[in-house]
């Protein structure tokens, strides 16, 4: 009798934990590092994108010294090199800045012709529709216009992401189905994240991609999740523990987007 009494309990626990996990995970962010470190220089991974893995199937970040742009989409996971090049993303590389999480969409709408990135900003905050949650964001259309960037890998001493970008690749597509990812960010996570928007482009046959610079959709559908919970774990290099992340880098980090 008491063996079947611990049994049961033991099953209880273990539908309970699986049904909080799942609780968790969904919509959930999962964040590598902070975008101030990132603006510092602190290029180097301690998480393996195996690790990454586990927390989510959607999101967007960079390379183990700074060597491209990712792109995560329906657990798969790219690298948008200088050269343009996309790969799949080996289990091993690292990441020193990333965010993540299992992408659970709650709001859909369909969107009509977008002229630029003003007037997509636009479109996804009549959606989004307040300014203290995170949002996942995901479109999927037919882009006639796409403008990203990717930077090079670098070498130590590294240098400030403002510098990094003034080498940076632009590529620019035209009439290309795509997916547009990532994440609206509110302004008091200034120095964590992108406050705004931060969105990255993959093409439909993986062959075109980076970090957003510009776009002009013909039509597509975007789907929206809100965000309330956000887990974010940090380097315990030395590179930042002695890196200046006190400071107000809004300007630097405006810089390093366009």
Known sequence: MKNTIRTAVILVCLIFGSTLASAQSANEIYQVSTINALLQGVYDGEITFKELKQHGDFGIGTFNALDGEM???????????????????????????????????????????????????????????????????????????????????????????????????????ENVRGTVIGFWCPKYVNGVNVPGYHLHFISDDRKQGGHLLAISLLSGKVQIARITNFRMVLPGAEDFRNAALGKDYSKDLQTAEQ
């Open 71 to 173: 792109i995560g989409l329906g657990g798969q996971f790219y690298q948008v090199k200088s050269s343009g090049q996309v790969l799949p993303v080996n289990n091993s590389i690292k990441t020193p800045f990333a965010a993540v999480l299992y992408f659970k969409p709650q709001r859909v709408a369909e969107l009509g012709a977008v002229q630029d990135y003003d007037q997509l900003q636009e479109s996804l905050n009549s959606i989004i529709n307040d300014q203290n949650y995170f949002y996942a964001i995901r479109i999927d259309g037919l882009f006639t216009y796409v403008k990203t960037r990717s930077v090079p890998a670098q070498s130590k001493p590294y240098r400030p992401l403002t510098e990094v970008t003034k080498t940076q690749a632009v590529f620019e597509f």
